[in-house]
Structures are given as structure tokens and as C-alpha cells.
């Protein structure tokens, strides 16, 4: 689903779309999955779902602070489609295509064209892994890596098994929480078959995501065997900025086999100055959580700052941790 006002109305809500809402539309593009669609209520304007993906006309207020790039991936870049900041992992572009545009993705204005299209535009990345002992995980981001097809992923995968000082390869993806049916039998035979060990990070921001289609593909995920399976999920101003919503989010995650890992304080990115939530409510509700859920269950609240060596943890005790 494409079409702003098309949303609206299978919603059963007026289709109207002001023009400041077409003109955000017109910069980045409303995307929906409709099975991410059937899982939005109907007649809820307020919709914790449809929030995340609607265009609105507050898009084109600027902002102070938020900009084109909020955490400094042009900096980081190493080779075509390679970005690195921390040690020991690095960051692959593998492609600038999601199944869903989030409205408040930190990369909605990042310049993908330049990043690798043919197989043998990875090859100076590869090199550059393969040159350096000290990098033992490989992050296969995006855009969402899981829309590349099983083949081409399976390529990019063998190509990273046989660089000999390579231990994970980690999927930073959206597809199995708005897209369910990507994850096929072929997908978890590739990462269950692999001398690499898997770790696959969704992302999901509230409880009502996890269910029906979705919440099958999790535990498929989950229960396939040597996959380790985390979410992050980012803290999104009428999303899930209530202890409530976090609490569920973290219960419905654990029922399903994943960890929650990361709650991310949002970054700065122009377009996205509504969904800001303050870091002190921040504090409030991760403060709020750890009284009523076991500590795995309480993802680290984090920011990324450009230039530090690891994100930033926010919560006083993890930060002295
Ligand atoms: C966020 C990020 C990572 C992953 O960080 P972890 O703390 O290991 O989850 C790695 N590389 C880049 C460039 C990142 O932005
Ligand atoms: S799935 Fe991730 S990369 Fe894609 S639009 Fe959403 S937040 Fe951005």
C-alpha cells in the first residue's frame, strides 16, 4: 500500500490528506505491507501502527538539531557500502529497499545509490574484512537485508564463511515483524546450516505487531535452532511512550522466543522532530519497568552519538555497568 489516503479509508477513517502530508509523502514514499495493514485497528486515528507509517504535514517543520545524517554514517563509511564504528563489527548496505517506510527512520534521506548493487561491488568491503583479524561480526543492514532474494543473500553469505576470522553475521531486519511470510524455510536452513553463528535483530515497537502471521514467524525464528533472535525497538513519541506499552512490548517478545535488546532514543533525523520523546520521560519508564519486569526483559536504553566507540547507554545503572 502506497497511497495515503487509500490507507485511510480501508482503515475506515477519512482519506483527506492535507498538503503538507503529500508533500512528506512526495519526499519519502508512504509504504505499507498489507499484512502489517491488517493488524492496525480500525477507526483508530491513534493507531500505534498506522502512526508509524502515515505521512503527516508535521514532517516539514524543521527542527533544531535534527538533520540529513544524525549519526554520522558518512563518516563511518569504509568502503562501498561498508560503515564502521565500533570494534570487532562492521555494517553492510546491502540494499537501499524496505518492506515498510518508517516514518521516523534515521536513514530515511541516505544517499543508498552509491552503495554496492552487482555482487562484485562488494568485493573492496570483503577485502577490507578480510584484511583485518579484529572484525568477528558482519551486520547485514540496509534498507532491509532480508528483501535481497535467498540467492543473493546465500552468494553474500558464502562469500563472508570464507573469511577464516569471521564467528557471527547478524541481521538487522524489519521484514519478519511487517512482512511474516519472508521467512521461509529456505531462510532458516541458510542460517541454521552455517559455520557463521546467526543472530537476527528485529525491530518492533509495540505489542500489537506480535500477532497472528507475525507472531508464527517469530517463533519459527526463535525455535529453529541456534538462532539467536533480539529486538530494538525505538522510543516513539504516541507509539510506545507509556510504561504500559513497554511492558507489553517486553512480555509479548519473551512469549515469543526473543530478547528484548535495545530501546533507542530517537535520532535526530529532519522530518522525524514529532515522534521525539524527552530523555527524563525516557528515564521515567525504563526507571518504571525495572519494578515490574525481570532484569532480561528490560532493554538497554540507548543513544547513538556520532563518533563514539559503542552506543550510549542512558540508564544510569547500565551506564556504570
Ligand atoms: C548500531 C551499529 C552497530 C551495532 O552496535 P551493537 O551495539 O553491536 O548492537 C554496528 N555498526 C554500526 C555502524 C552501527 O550503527
Ligand atoms: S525498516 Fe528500518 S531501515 Fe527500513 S524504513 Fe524502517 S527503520 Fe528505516
Known amino acids: 500500500m502506497r497511497d495515503s489516503s487509500r490507507l485511510l479509508k480501508l482503515l475506515g477513517l477519512p482519506g483527506s490528506v492535507s498538503a503538507g502530508a503529500q508533500a512528506a509523502a512526495a519526499e519519502f514514499p508512504v509504504l505499507v505491507p498489507h499484512s502489517f495493514l491488517f493488524r492496525m485497528r480500525r477507526g483508530d486515528p491513534d493507531d500505534p501502527l498506522l502512526r508509524q507509517v502515515l505521512a503527516l504535514e508535521e514532517e516539514q517543520l524543521e527542527s533544531a538539531g535534527f538533520g540529513d545524517d544524525p549519526v554520522g554514517d558518512d563518516l563511518a563509511r569504509q568502503a562501498p557500502g561498508m560503515l564502521q564504528k565500533y570494534r570487532g563489527r562492521v555494517l553492510l548496505i546491502t540494499t537501499g529497499a524496505c518492506a515498510v517506510h518508517c ?62 576470522h569471521l564467528r557471527r553475521v547478524r541481521l538487522h531486519t524489519r521484514l519478519p515483524i511487517v512482512l511474516p511470510a519472508r521467512v521461509t524455510s529456505e531462510l532458516l536452513s541458510l542460517l541454521t546450516t552455517s559455520r557463521l553463528q546467526p543472530v537476527v535483530v528485529v525491530h518492533s515497537n509495540h505489542a500489537r505487531e506480535l500477532v497472528a502471521d507475525c507472531a508464527e514467524a517469530l517463533l519459527r525464528l526463535s525455535r529453529a535452532g541456534g538462532i539467536m533472535v533480539f529486538n530494538q525497538a525505538v522510543l516513539l513519541q504516541g507509539v510506545n511512550d507509556t510504561v504500559t506499552a513497554l511492558e507489553e ?73
Not at 135 to 150: K, M, N, T
Not at 288 to 294: D, I, T, V
Not at 305 to 316: N, R
Open 103 to 164: 516514518r521516523y527512520c534515521f536513514r530515511r534521506h541516505f544517499p543508498y545509490s552509491e552503495a554496492p548493487h552487482r555482487p562484485a561491488d562488494w568485493q573492496p568491503a570483503l577485502d577490507r574484512i578480510a584484511a583485518d583479524p579484529t572484525i568477528q561480526e558482519v551486520i547485514l543492514s540496509g534498507g532491509d537485508p532480508l528483501v535481497l532474494a535467498d540467492d543473493r543473500l546465500a552468494a553474500l553469505w558464502g562469500r563472508l564463511e570464507q573469511i577464516a
Open 249 to 321: 512490548l517486553s512480555e509479548s517478545l519473551l512469549r515469543l522466543g526473543v530478547i528484548p535488546y535495545y530501546l533507542h532514543q530517537l535520532d535526530k533525523v529532519r522530518g522525524g522532530a514529532h515522534f521525539e520523546v524527552a530523555v527524563s520521560r525516557g528515564l521515567q519508564l525504563v526507571e518504571a519497568l525495572r519494578g515490574r519486569l525481570p532484569g532480561y526483559a528490560i532493554p538497554r536504553y540507548v543513544q547513538e552519538v556520532a563518533g563514539e566507540s559503542s552506543k550510549q547507554p542512558l540508564f544510569e545503572s547500565d551506564r556504570l555497568s
